[in-house]
């Protein structure tokens, strides 16, 4: 099984649904992270959170909210979606030490009619 | 602040050929550097990290990277390209020196095309 898990990995929906992203880990690291992905951007941090109750915004956490509902997941919100918002979404984790890297999981990706 | 720059947003190299993707970062403490590689479909994977042990840093699939601090530089190699080589890699870079705010900054990839 995977060290992160994103569901969905794919999700089609119109503008102004309400869309959740979720993510699980069983690496028991405490910082998980979301990130967006835009051909030719790279990586924008959206949120990012150290443990159950420290949850930080990243570059580009407008139109976007989290939730940390334990150690091992964390999840992605988009209130009410808008075509911009349409990329692949990305889910991390560390364990806080900046010489260690980050693990991904194999990405969402969310396109918004 | 720190930063990343990639050269070069595509390169294509023939089977067999060298790969040589450029990368150079800005930081204002001593850097911790990483390259990931992201197959179609599929997330960031782990290719290699700099940690200040030593400037020549062997990762995995024959690739390596050199840390040359006077030219802020972390290029990454291979001496011989396969197939299955074709995928984006982003450089990104970790400022060191304590604290727990420190932030993983990604470069804009480059997508590598190997030829046959």
């Known amino acids: 099984d995977a060290d992160v898990t994103q569901t969905p990995r794919n999700r089609i929906t119109k503008t102004g649904k309400r869309i959740m992203l979720e993510c699980s880990q069983t690496k028991g690291h405490d910082r998980m992270y979301w990130y967006r992905q835009d051909p030719g951007l790279g990586l924008q941090l959206i949120y990012y959170s150290f443990d159950v109750k420290d949850i930080n915004k990243g570059e580009i956490s407008d139109g976007y909210s989290v939730s940390r509902q334990a150690q091992a997941k964390f999840s992605l919100s988009l209130e009410s979606a808008i075509p911009n918002q349409t990329a692949l979404y990305f889910c991390?984790?560390?364990?806080?030490?900046?010489?260690?890297?980050?693990?991904f999981g194999d990405g969402t990706r969310l396109s918004i009619l | 602040a720190q930063s990343v720059t990639q050269l070069g947003s595509h390169v294509s190299v023939s089977e067999g050929a060298l790969v040589l993707l450029r990368c150079n970062y800005s930081s204002s403490v001593p850097p911790y550097l990483f390259w990931y590689v992201q197959y179609p479909n599929q997330g960031l994977q782990l290719l290699l990290k700099y940690t200040s042990a030593a400037t020549l840093v062997k990762g995995i699939n024959d690739f390596e990277a050199e840390f040359k601090k006077s030219e802020t530089s972390f290029h990454l190699t291979k001496p011989s390209a396969h197939m299955s080589d074709a995928a984006e890699y982003f450089c990104?870079?970790?400022?060191?020196?304590?604290?727990?705010?420190?932030?993983?900054?990604f470069g804009k990839g480059t997508l590598l095309t190997v030829n046959p």
């Open positions: 990104a870079v970790s400022a060191a020196g304590g604290g727990s705010n420190y932030k993983l900054t």
């Open positions: 991390a984790t560390s364990d806080g030490r900046p010489n260690q890297p980050q693990h």
